[in-house]
């Protein structure tokens, strides 16, 4: 099965107004839901192992074993705490522009995949944890609660099942740390958002000391398609380790940016093909597989199969699937000093490495840029990348490093001719702050409420 002929699972509802529940009911809406009450909380965890769903948010944990670690609420000891759900839609990474859509024109697939793993969890609260930004996705989300509650899809005695379940849409602050899911938390109990010490996990001591469950929006909106057509069903698509469908965001270079439903395995070269390749006149220079984080790729990864195995065997990560295609027109280092500037100022600041290493590779950058830097500075930068990776406390400190390590790798010379020459050899060093439409994108959703323009690009 190639890119191409995936008919589409995730986002088959899109071009018929899904947020519309009577329009998400006539398409098979809630029959994953209906199901599943049908069965037990066990059965469906199994039923989730056996797919082989894995997170959608970056890390690709296998869903059904994380469910797994949930105690029993048997009502005895420390499982007699009540179990939660929460669903991390703070997506903030540049480039990454995957679940606010997802939240925009089809709430309800995410609401029913809510309902579905609090049922699988024994949980009777779930928490959708929206970036602050996101104004427009919060306000679908609430009004697609409300609507399913009076369809009596969500509060007491779901469907007639005995099941109970609150649903509380939250609103962040807009800090990229709450990402992390730690730290998410304690943004939701109303503390500073920075990263807790695991362990404990949050499996045991998650959200307010009790057993918590939190998981990635795509992740969630999978679990219908899942309960409705079986785990076999879903790992005929993808990978053997990496099965199922995947949303690929693709801004950038690239003449029709947008969101590309394909089975995770997929490749830039077929992905670049659907998304009409490189702008006309332009090749390929270097690009991100999940966004920011992720050790850049270059045009010899074009074949590289972007599974979570595949993009990790080559030298990066799937992360977010947020691919950022970048032409000859685009200065490595600029490109690099963007991501590191946002890095810099979104470290919480809690440990050492990730806020002052941050802070110096950004001053050196600069430096670079502006082509008054030194042969050293190379140096400097990859001393500074080994004392911050695996050193600082969460994951943030890790990723902001790899923008900085990959470009020097496969960009070395770029950056010497930097020093050499006394300026920037393609004569604009801030090319790459155009060269990310997802962002632009994601900014005309959030200002104007409308999907059409991210959503074009689904196949």
């Given amino acids: 099965m190639t890119a191409q002929t995936l008919a589409p699972v995730l986002t088959t509802r899109w071009p018929h107004q899904p947020h519309v529940l009577a329009n998400y009911e006539r398409l098979d809406g809630y029959e994953g839901l209906r199901r599943a009450l049908r069965g037990t909380p066990d059965d469906l965890v199994d039923l989730v192992k056996q797919s082989g769903l894995r997170g959608r948010g970056g890390a690709g944990f296998p869903t059904g074993l994380k469910w797994s670690f949930l105690p029993r609420n048997d009502g005895s000891g420390s499982s007699a705490k009540p179990h939660y759900l929460v669903i991390n839609a703070d997506e903030g990474e540049p480039g990454t522009c995957k679940d606010l859509p ?23 609260r779930a928490f959708i944890y929206v970036r602050g930004e996101a104004v427009h996705a919060a306000r679908r989300l609430r009004q697609a609660v409300r609507d399913a509650t009076a369809a009596s899809y969500l509060g007491r005695n779901i469907l007639g099942s005995g099941f109970d379940l609150d649903v509380v849409v939250h609103a962040g602050a807009g800090a990229y740390i709450c990402g992390e899911e730690t730290a998410l938390l304690e943004s939701l109990e109303g503390f500073r958002g920075q990263p807790r010490l695991k362990p404990p996990f949050p499996a045991t001591h998650g959200l307010y000391a009790s057993p918590t469950v939190v998981n990635n929006v795509e992740t969630i909106a999978s679990v219908p398609f899942i309960v409705r057509h079986g785990a076999d069903w879903f790992k005929s698509m993808g990978s053997e380790k990496s099965p199922g469908p995947k949303i690929y965001s693709i801004s950038g270079h690239v003449k029709h940016p947008g969101q590309y439903e394909c089975e995770l395995g997929v490749t ?12 006309a006149g332009r090749f390929l220079k270097f690009w991100t597989p999940g966004g920011s984080s992720t050790p850049y790729f270059t045009a010899e990864h074009l074949d590289v199969p972007l599974d979570f195995e595949g993009a990790a065997a080559a030298g990066s990560m799937l992360g977010t699937t947020a691919i950022m295609v ?52 190379l140096t400097t930068l990859l001393d500074t990348c080994d004392n911050i990776f695996g050193r600082s406390f969460c994951a943030l400190g890790d990723g902001a490093t790899s923008s900085v390590m990959s470009s020097i790798k496969y960009f070395r010379d770029e950056y010497i001719d930097h020093v050499r020459q006394g300026r920037c050899p393609l004569g604009n060093g801030a090319a790459a702050a155009h060269a990310a439409p997802s962002t632009a994108q994601a900014r005309h959703v959030l200002q104007t409420g409308r999907s059409d323009m991210i959503v074009q690009g689904v196949h």
């Fill in 102 to 124: 997802l939240m925009m024109v089809d709430p309800h697939s995410l609401l029913e995949g809510v309902i579905i793993t609090a049922y699988a969890i024994r949980a009777n």
């Fill in 268 to 279: 830039l070269r077929q992905l670049l093909e659907l998304a009409g390749g490189v702008r």
């Fill in 326 to 377: 970048f032409d000859e027109t685009t200065c490595i280092v600029g490109a690099t000093l963007r991501f590191i500037e946002f890095y810099a100022h979104e470290s919480c600041g809690k440990c050492t490495p990730c806020r002052e290493g941050n802070y110096w590779m950004e001053q050196v950058l600069h430096r670079l840029e502006a082509g008054a830097g030194t042969e050293e500075d």
